[in-house]
Structures are given as C-alpha cells and as structure tokens.
C-alpha cells in the first residue's frame, strides 16, 4: 500500500472525486478557485494504490514580505476516520506550504456534529465529534473551538437547509404566505445571465436598504459563468398595471356598495370603509411604482435569488427584494421554487445559508418559515507552518479575514 500525493489535478478527476463524495461542497469545487480570483490556488489530492482518496482545493493568500496563508474551504475532501490519509494528506501539504512560506493552514471541513430541526434546538453533540477532533489534533491542528457566531468564523458553523418533500412539511402560516403570494399573481421565473441586471438591482436595493455591501454585477456574472450547468437566477415578478387595474374595478364596485348600504348597517359600512381605504393605499403606492417603471402592462422583478446546484448540493448564496413588495411574500413562493428546483435536480439538501448559533437572529426567524434542518459543523482548524510567526499575525489575519469573506 503506497500513497502519492499531487498539488495539480485536472478538473475531471478532482470535480468527479468531489461530487460523489458525501462531504461534496461548492466550496471545494475545480471552478471555487476561479470565482475566488483574488486568491492563488492549488488542486491537491491523494492517490492510494494507484485510486483517489483525498482532495483538496487550497486557497492562496498573498501576505506582505512572500509570507502567505493556505485555506481549504469546507475541505479537503476525504474520509475524516482515515488517520493514516489525515496525517499523510496534511504531512504533504505541510511540506509545500514550508517552501512557500506559508505561515499557517486553515480549514473548516464540512463534518456534521450534529442535525435538528430548528424548533428543538440541542447541544448533543455525535459521540464520533471526538474521534476527529483527536486526529486533526495529531496533525498539530489547534481547534477554534464550537464558536456561536457568524462573526467567528470564516464560514458559517451552523447552517440552515431544507431537505426533500418541503412543500409537505410547511407550517402553516408559511402556505397562507404563499397563497397570499398567489393572490396579488407573483409569478416565479428562472434562468440564467439573462436575468442578471434584475438581480443585481433588486441586490443593490438590498444592500441600501440593510447598509451591506454584498456583490456586484460581475462577481454574479462569474459564478454563472464558472457554473452553466448548476447555476440559476429566480426572479420573483407581478405585473402591479394589472394590479392597478383590479384595484380601480374595486374602488367602482366598494363605493357603489357604500352608496346603497342602508343606514342600520354601520357594521357593514365600517368594513367596506376600512376595504376602501385599503384600496386607495394601494393605488398611491402603484404610482410610486408607476413612477418609476412607467405604467405599461408588463411585469417587474420584485425579489431575486442566486443558487448553484453542485454534485448533490445546492447552495442558495445570494438573494434581493424590493422592500415596497415586500407585502406581496415573494421570497416564500421563490424559495420553495428554488427547493423544487434543486430536489428535480437530484439534491439532498439545498442550504440556505448561515445562521446564528443561538437561533435567535432575523435569519434563523425567516428560514425557520421553511421548517428547515440546522446543521452544526465541526467548525475551523489552523495549522502552524511558522509557529512563532503564527502567533503574531493572529490578529493581523481576523482584520484581513474580515476585508475578504
């Protein structure tokens, strides 16, 4: 038995390794490397017998003075229980980070430690959780610890994902969103590069509306591009003309009501009042609208969401709304689209992204709409290459950490 490793695989071999491995992630995929363009890279991997066992897309930054830094994304890719591979994967790439004056290896793999649903909140832990801990620690990795926060990490440790048959396990409240959705006609679109410039305006209005800075235009044209098989735009659209339209056949019909109503009747009167009103607040806020898309019968992008389906994953990475919809619940109807989407596609799960550890932010509050698995992960791991020069650029690396997540 006799491993080798490599630090140059071609795509073929690496992406078809990944994606049938059950610890696939996007985030170890060939094409990460290119999205992640301000980064140099490596596609390592691990050959047994003449069979790949292990791979590892190593992110590469560039440090002042040729120091650098190595991190491997929700990798590498192998089996964890392997304390041989584990030690020899980690040998090897220790060697090309020493000539590369690489000061420290980090990676956060994608080891589940543990799964609830997001009601039952738990801190069980599995009982394997120590098992790994105890053979990365033999690879002279120090361990961040089970951290609470998004902040503390470079990738979310909890996460949020639907699993199969959503549409069944929906709480209620979120099936009468959707109808409510239903009821003012959103309709969900999908597609490609086509439907960019909506998406990254309804982002950008996001991203005033929450004062973020999130991507631009071409960052989402890249992650299409690197992903034509996997990558998808919903848009969620309402054709507000017609809206309009309604809205004025039922102002006609309210006030004709109100004109015959007997005198007795105040109950009566009281509610088609308070449905009038309701309907003149709705037409000044289609001019607002008119305002700015003119008013043509046609559709407007009023939510968006951009998600890559990669092996048997789908990760939902980036989403907009027009706050002045936001009472028409088109992010309910476009994110079950979306999980219909990626479950049609073969998925397991589709992720929604990361939430707080205490499950108690506005992110967790949203996705649980979704009845949604939490997922907690091992969380990350830092190997010192230099270990004096590990320790004093600790703190420089939380500030360069934070300049590009």
């Known amino acids: 038995m006799s491993y080798l ?5 071609k795509q073929k071999e690496f992406d078809g390794f990944v994606e049938k491995h059950e610890y696939c992630n996007l985030l170890q995929s060939y094409n990460w490397a290119k999205v992640k363009s301000n980064w140099d890279h490596m596609y390592t991997g691990v050959y047994k017998d ?3 066992v292990a791979t590892g897309l190593v992110l590469i930054k560039r440090l002042p003075l040729s120091f650098c830094m190595y991190y491997l994304p929700r990798g590498p890719i192998m089996d964890y229980k ?9 040998d090897q790439l220790k060697k090309v980070a020493k000539k590369d004056h690489c000061i420290f290896i980090k990676f956060d793999p994608a080891i589940h430690v543990n799964d609830y649903d997001s009601k039952s ?4 832990r599995y009982e ?3 098992i790994y ?13 089970y951290t609470m926060s998004i902040a503390d990490t470079v990738q979310p440790r909890f996460q949020s994902y639907a699993c199969e048959n959503v549409e069944e396990t929906l709480p209620k409240h979120t099936k009468r969103l959707i109808k409510d959705a239903d009821r003012r006609n959103v309709q969900i679109i999908h597609g490609n590069v086509e439907l960019l410039d909506e998406f990254s305006r309804l982002v950008e209005l996001t991203e005033s509306r929450k004062e973020v800075a999130l991507r631009d235009k071409e960052y989402f044209k890249t992650l299409l591009e690197n992903y034509p098989e996997g990558g998808v735009i919903f848009l969620a659209t309402c054709n507000v003309y017609k809206l309009n339209e309604d809205a004025k056949t039922k102002k006609l019909q309210l006030e004709k009501e109100i004109a015959e109503i007997p005198e007795n009747a105040k109950k009566k009167l009281h509610r088609l009042e308070d449905q009038l009103r309701s309907v003149d607040k709705d037409t000044r806020e289609y001019k607002e609208i008119f305002d700015e898309f003119g008013q043509k019968d046609k559709d407007i992008a009023i939510a968006g969401i951009l998600s890559i389906q990669y092996g048997n994953t789908c990760e939902m990475l980036y989403a907009g709304m027009d706050e002045r919809f936001k009472k028409f619940m088109p992010q309910y109807k476009e994110y079950v689209e979306n999980f219909k989407w990626a479950f049609d596609r073969g998925c397991l799960w589709s992720n929604m ?3 707080e550890g205490s499950l108690d932010d506005g992110l967790t509050k949203f996705k649980d709409n979704f009845n949604p698995t939490i997922n907690e992960l091992i969380g990350e791991f830092d190997i010192p290459v230099y270990p004096i020069m590990y320790r004093l650029t600790q703190k420089a690396y939380k500030i360069l950490k934070s ?3």
């Open 5 to 9: 490793f490599f630090n140059n695989l």
């Open 50 to 52: 003449n069979v790949l």
């Open 82 to 90: 392997d304390k041989e591979l584990v030690q020899y994967y980690f």
């Open 121 to 124: 909140y738990n801190t069980n």
């Open 128 to 130: 394997d959780t120590e």
């Open 133 to 145: 801990l105890d053979i990365f620690k033999s690879c002279k990795a120090i361990h961040h610890g």
């Open 353 to 355: 992204g990361g939430v």
């Open 403 to 405: 300049k590009h997540k």
